[in-house]
């Protein structure tokens, strides 16, 4: 895949960060906020300094986007493992008219329209809490984390965390073709949430205030409604020019 190709998924990615605002944006300003408590010693030594707050939201930021690639790796790859199978064409159809209708229900979603995709997230919630008595006591160790590698750590697990809008992307790092190709759909698509979330953590609650009023979901919504449309029309023979592939989130079946 190349950079203009993946261009729609970073659009799809920084219209929907909106939705980070509640599921991510806790703890990146957690994150930004850090202290820790010096150290005593009896010997005056040098004790190293906290991360800079932009440092340690960076470094959660990369430790999510890392998590996405590994994800995106995995689907692409398991795709890509299956490509003997003689029913694969009818698969990918079928998985091409899902990742479009998962990202109709995102736009409706991030318009506050309709909240069919928050079922799937609270399905994903119950496979999460199964894992907490194995995550908590990593996470725990982590916090507060005022090191950049801390925070990388932290970041990483919450990736992981049940996200519709991670979902809507992963299927189509699953169309992707092969590994390395679903791991580019997942970087280009954790870019494309990486402002909000680092304004986030620097902003803070203003960010949130304003990102949060109706008629900017509107607008992002609308957005990535129009994505899903436009690849569920070319799913049905409308569209087939080549210049679609910049346009459409999900790579022609």
């Known amino acids: 895949m190349n950079a203009l190709q993946l261009l729609p998924v970073l659009v799809v990615g920084l219209a929907g960060s909106v939705h980070c605002i509640g599921m991510c944006g806790g703890i ?5 906020s850090a202290t820790a408590a010096p150290a005593r010693a009896v010997i005056p030594i040098a004790v190293a300094q906290p991360a800079r707050p932009l440092t340690r939201v960076l470094a959660y930021n990369a430790g999510r986007i890392s998590s996405y690639m590994v994800a995106g790796a995995l689907a692409g790859g398991l795709a890509s493992g299956a490509q003997s199978l003689s029913a694969l064409a009818g698969v990918q159809l079928g998985f091409y008219w899902l990742a479009n209708l998962m990202l109709v229900a995102l736009g409706l979603y991030l318009m506050n329209a309709w909240q069919g995709l928050a079922l799937l997230e609270q399905g994903g919630r119950v496979l999460w809490q199964a894992a907490q008595p194995a995550i908590a006591p990593v996470m725990k160790a ?31 790092a ?13 970087l280009a698509f954790g870019l494309g949430t990486l402002p909000m979330l ?56």
């Open 28 to 32: 990146v300003g957690a994150l930004s």
């Open 198 to 253: 680092t304004g986030l953590g620097l902003v803070g609650a203003r960010l949130q205030r304003a990102l949060q009023r109706p008629p900017v979901r509107l607008a992002c919504g609308l957005l990535v409604l129009a994505f899903g449309l436009l690849g569920l029309y070319r799913a049905v023979g409308g569209f087939t020019p080549d210049w679609m592939n910049t346009l459409c989130l999900t790579p022609q079946h």
């Open 142 to 172: 982590l916090m507060p984390a005022t090191r950049p590698h801390q925070a990388y750590i932290l970041g990483a697990l919450w990736g992981w965390l049940p996200c519709g809008m991670v979902y809507s992307v992963l299927l189509t």
């Open 174 to 186: 699953m169309l992707s073709g092969s590994a390395s190709n679903g791991a580019a759909v997942m």
